[in-house]
C-alpha cells in the first residue's frame, strides 16, 4: 500500500498543472474565505484571569465594567498656562466631542494640582477593547480645534490611544521585518541553488502558504478567537517552516538526481524524494503541530491564539510541500539537471567545510560531548535569575505619539498612572455596611505613601466632577450598582504598574487593608482588579500553568519520536537537546535584556525581567522546530544503518549528508527571527532573540557537536535490535534508486 507522500508526488508528479492550479485555487479559497468570514476578535472577557479576572467579571454583571476613556490634555507650549485660554479651548472641545457618535459621554474639565494642565476626560462607546477603533475622529476633531490655539499644546491620549498607536506601530513593523527578512532568504536560497528560478520555489510556496493559512485563521477564529497575535505568529513560523519544509524536499530531489546521473525520468526522482523527505516532512510537521497543541492548556487566550496561527500554517506548508511542490519539481526537472552540473565543484567544496566543522565530533567525540555540553550549561546558568512580568502600557515604545502624551498627562496626573478597584458584592441591604467598609478602606490608604489621593481618577460621575475641576478631595470614589448589590471602590497608585511600589500596595491591600474591613462582613464577596492586579494576576496563571504545559511537551516530544524511530534513547536524547538549547538561548537573553547593558546596542530599554510570554513561547516553538531538524537528520542516520552502514558511520554519513540543507535552513529561521529584533515592542525584540539564538545554537552546536559526538560514542546501542534491513520508520528500501519501474524512462 502506497503512503501519503508518495501517493500525492506521484499523482502531482504525472498532473503537474492540475496540480499547481488546484493549489492556487486552494489558496484563493481559502483567503477569500476568511475575508468574507472576517476575523473573530478577542474580546476584554477572553482575557481574564485570576482573581482580576473575577473582580472585572462581578463589575460587569453589575453594568460597572471599565469604559475606554481617552483624555485631551491642554498645556502650555511655552511658559505658564493661560487658564482663560485653556478653559475656553476645554468648552469648545467638549461641545464638539459630545456631537461625535463614537462619544458615549464628555466629563467637565480637570484642573492638575499645579495648574500647569488641563484635561478632559472622555469615554468612548463600546467594550474597554474596542475603544481604540473610534479613536481616529476623535483624534481629527482634536487637532482641528488644536489649530485654532497656537499657544496651547492640546493632544489626545489614553488606553484607546495607546492601543490605536501600537497597532500602527506593529504595522510599521511586520513591514520593516519583511523588508530584512526576504532579501536575506532569497540570497540563503541563492547560495544554495545556485539559480534565481529555485530559490523562487521556496519563497514562493512559503507566501502562498502564508496566505492561505491568515484566510483559515480568520474562519478558525469564530471557534477561537484571534487575540491579535495570530496574524504575528503565522508571518514568523510561516516563512521559516515554510521554506524549510520546501528545502529538505528539493535538497533531496537533487541529491537523487545527482546519484541517478540521468537514468530516472524527473517523475521518478520527485517521487523517490516524496518516500523519504516527504515522509520525513510530514512526521516532522506532524510533531510540530502536537507539540505547539500543548499551549492550548495554558488556558490563556494569547498562547491559543499564537498555537492557531502556528498549527495552521505549518498544515499548509507541509500540504504544500506534497502537493504542488512536486509539480514544480517536474516541470523545472530539466533545468534543475543543468544546474546541478555547473553546481558540482561548489557543493564539493560546501561538503568540505561542513567536513571540518564535523570532524571534532568524529575525531574526539568525548571531549567534543563535554566541552560543548558544558558551554551550553554555562549559558543556561542565568536562567536561575529570571524575573517575569506582564509588560503593561508602561513598558510601550515613546516612539508612539500617544505615549508621549501620556508621559506628560501622567507627569501632571500621577493619580491616573495606576489605580486599584476593590469590588465587592454582597446583599442590597448591607449597602451602607459596605459602603462605611469601603470608606474606612479608602482612609488607611489615604494615609498610605504607597497609595495616592482618592480623589482623582478616569471617573466622570457628575458627583466628583466640582470638586476633581478644582483639584480638592472628594473623599473616596466609590460607585455602586443600580440595585445596591455591587460597589467599586478606586484607589489610585502613582507608581507604574511594574515598579515595586505598585506590587507592594497591592500585596497590602489584599493581605491586610481588606480583611481588616471588607473582610470582617459576612457574605461580602471581594475582589482586587486595576491595572497591577491585571499584570500580577497573569504572571502568577502563567506561572502555574508552565509545569503542565512543560511536562507535556516533553511527554509528546519523546512520544512522537519514540514512535516514528522506535529508540527510546535517540527520543531521550531529542528531548534532552531541545531543552539544551531552550535553556542556552533563554540564559543569554537574561543576560542580554534583564540588565541595561544592551540597550543601546539593541535600541531598548530594559524591563528589568523577562516577558512572561517568552519562556513558555520559546519552549514550545523551539521543540516543535527542533524536531525538523532532528527528522531530518536522523531520517538520513537510520537509511544509511538500513544500507548496512555501521551506526557509528552511520552517524557521520548521515549528519554530514544532511548538514548543508540544516545549516542552510537555521539561516532562514535565524533571519526570520532576528527581524523581529528590530521591531519596537520589547516583548518582540527578546521573542525574536530567543529564537533566533536558540536556532543558531540548535544547529550548529546541538546538530554539529554535541549530536554526532553523542550518536558516535553510543553507537549500536542507540538503536533497537534490527532484525533486518528497512525494518524501521522513516527509511527507503535498502540501495534502492527509484520507486517504480513504470516511471523509468
Known amino acids: ?33 476568511g475575508l468574507a468570514l472576517g476575523s473573530n476578535e478577542a474580546t476584554t472577557q477572553d482575557f481574564r484571569v485570576g482573581e482580576a479576572g473575577r473582580a472585572e467579571t462581578v463589575a460587569e454583571q ?21 487658564t482663560s485660554s485653556a478653559r475656553q479651548a476645554a468648552t469648545d472641545l467638549a461641545a464638539a466631542m459630545r456631537g461625535l457618535p463614537e462619544v458615549n459621554r464628555v466629563g467637565a474639565p480637570v484642573a492638575s494640582r499645579d495648574g500647569t494642565a488641563l484635561r478632559v476626560p472622555v469615554v468612548l462607546h463600546g467594550p474597554e477593547l474596542e475603544g481604540k477603533k473610534n479613536v481616529v475622529p476623535l483624534r481629527a476633531l482634536t487637532e482641528k480645534i488644536a489649530a485654532g490655539y497656537p499657544g496651547l499644546r492640546i493632544e489626545q491620549t489614553g488606553s484607546p490611544s495607546i492601543s490605536q498607536g501600537v497597532n500602527d506601530q506593529r504595522g510599521e513593523d ?38 492561505a493559512a491568515l484566510g483559515l485563521s480568520m474562519v478558525v477564529s469564530h471557534l477561537v478567537p484571534d487575540a491579535g497575535v495570530g496574524t504575528n505568529m503565522i508571518l514568523l513560523i510561516g516563512l521559516a517552516v515554510g521554506v524549510d519544509y520546501t528545502l529538505f524536499y528539493l535538497k533531496r530531489e537533487r541529491d537523487e538526481r545527482a546519484r541517478a546521473g540521468g537514468r530516472l525520468s524527473s517523475e521518478a526522482l520527485v517521487e523517490l524524494a516524496a518516500a523519504t ?32 496561527g502556528t498549527i495552521l500554517v505549518v498544515a499548509v506548508a507541509m500540504a504544500s510541500s506534497l502537493t504542488v511542490l512536486p509539480a514544480l ?41 563535554v566541552a560543548s555540553t558544558l558551554l551550553m550549561l554555562g549559558l543556561a546558568a542565568p536562567v536561575l535569575t529570571i524575573k517575569l512580568i506582564d509588560p503593561g502600557r508602561d513598558t510601550f515604545s515613546r516612539d508612539i505619539p500617544a505615549m508621549q502624551s501620556y508621559d506628560r498627562l501622567t507627569a501632571a496626573y500621577p493619580e491616573l498612572l495606576v489605580k486599584h478597584e476593590v469590588v465587592v458584592r454582597s446583599t442590597a441591604e448591607r449597602a451602607p455596611q459596605i459602603r462605611q467598609a469601603l470608606t474606612e478602606l479608602a482612609g488607611r490608604a489615604q494615609s498610605d505613601p504607597l497609595f495616592a489621593s482618592t480623589a482623582a481618577s478616569n471617573s466622570t460621575n457628575s458627583d466628583t466632577e466640582k470638586a476633581t475641576a478644582t483639584g480638592r478631595s472628594a473623599g473616596p470614589i466609590i460607585r455602586v450598582s443600580a440595585d445596591g448589590r455591587t460597589a467599586v471602590l478606586e484607589l489610585a497608585v502613582p507608581h507604574p504598574a511594574q515598579d515595586a511600589r505598585a506590587v507592594a500596595s497591592l500585596q497590602r491591600l489584599r493581605e491586610s487593608y481588606i480583611p481588616a474591613t471588607i473582610g470582617k462582613i459576612s457574605g ?3 475582589a482586587v482588579s486595576g491595572d497591577v492586579a491585571r499584570g500580577q494576576d497573569y504572571v502568577r496563571h502563567e506561572s502555574g500553568k508552565l509545569p503542565l504545559v512543560i511536562g507535556s511537551l516533553l511527554l509528546l516530544t519523546f512520544l512522537m519520536t519514540l514512535l516514528v524511530y522506535r529508540s527510546a534513547v535517540i527520543a531521550g536524547l531529542g528531548v534532552l537537546l531541545n531543552l539544551l538549547s531552550a535553556g542556552a538561548a533563554l540564559g543569554v537573553l537574561v543576560i542580554v535584556f534583564q540588565g541595561t547593558w544592551a540597550e543601546g546596542l539593541l535600541d531598548f530599554d530594559s524591563l528589568g525581567a523577562i516577558a512572561s510570554r517568552v519562556p513558555l513561547f520559546l519552549f514550545v516553538i523551539l521543540f516543535g522546530l527542533s524536531m525538523d531538524y532532528q527528522f531530518f537528520v536522523i531520517s538520513r542516520i537510520k537509511e544509511a544503518m538500513d544500507r548496512g552502514v555501521p551506526a557509528r558511520q552511520a552517524a557521520v554519513e548521515g549528519i554530514g549528508r544532511s548538514a548543508q540543507v540544516v545549516t542552510s535552513a537555521a539561516v532562514v529561521m535565524v533571519t526570520v527571527f ?50 533486518g534491513p528497512g525494518a524501521a520508520g522513516l527509511t527507503s528500501r535498502p540501495g534502492a534508486t527509484a520507486p517504480s519501474l513504470e516511471i523509468v524512462r
Open 277 to 308: 523527505a516527504g515522509r520525513t516532512i510530514v512526521a516532522s510537521g506532524l510533531a510540530v503541530i502536537v507539540s505547539t497543541a500543548t499551549l492550548y492548556l495554558a488556558s490563556d487566550v494569547i498562547f491559543s491564539s499564537l498555537a492557531t
Open 674 to 723: 532576528a527581524a523581529f529584533v528590530f521591531l519596537h515592542l520589547t516583548e518582540m525584540k527578546q521573542m525574536g532573540f530567543c529564537l533566533a539564538l536558540a536556532v543558531l545554537l540548535d544547529a550548529f552546536v546541538i546538530r554539529l557537536l554535541i549530536l554526532p559526538a553523542a550518536l558516535r560514542l553510543l553507537g549500536d546501542r542507540a538503536w533497537p535490535r534490527r532484525r
Open 62 to 82: 453589575a453594568g460597572m465594567q471599565r469604559e475606554p476613556t481617552d483624555h485631551i490634555l491642554i498645556t502650555a507650549v511655552h511658559g505658564s498656562l493661560a
Open 524 to 526: 461580602a464577596e471581594t
Open 1 to 33: 500500500m502506497r503512503n501519503l507522500p508518495t501517493t500525492a508526488a506521484r499523482w502531482s508528479a504525472r498532473h503537474p498543472w492540475r496540480a499547481i492550479i488546484s493549489w492556487i485555487v486552494l489558496v484563493v479559497l481559502c483567503l477569500g474565505a
Open 174 to 211: 511586520l513591514a520593516l521585518s519583511e523588508k530584512i527578512t526576504f532579501p536575506v532568504t532569497v540570497i540563503t536560497l541563492l547560495g544554495v541553488f545556485g539559480s534565481i528560478v529555485m530559490a523562487a520555489v521556496p519563497l514562493m510556496l512559503a507566501l502562498s502558504s502564508i496566505a
Open 329 to 369: 519539481l517536474v516541470k523545472l526537472g530539466r533545468r534543475a539537471e543543468r544546474r546541478a552540473r555547473k553546481r558540482a565543484g561548489r557543493v564539493r567544496t560546501d561538503r568540505q567545510v561542513l567536513g571540518r566543522l564535523l570532524r571534532p565530533a568524529q575525531r574526539y567525540p568525548v571531549v567534543t560531548l
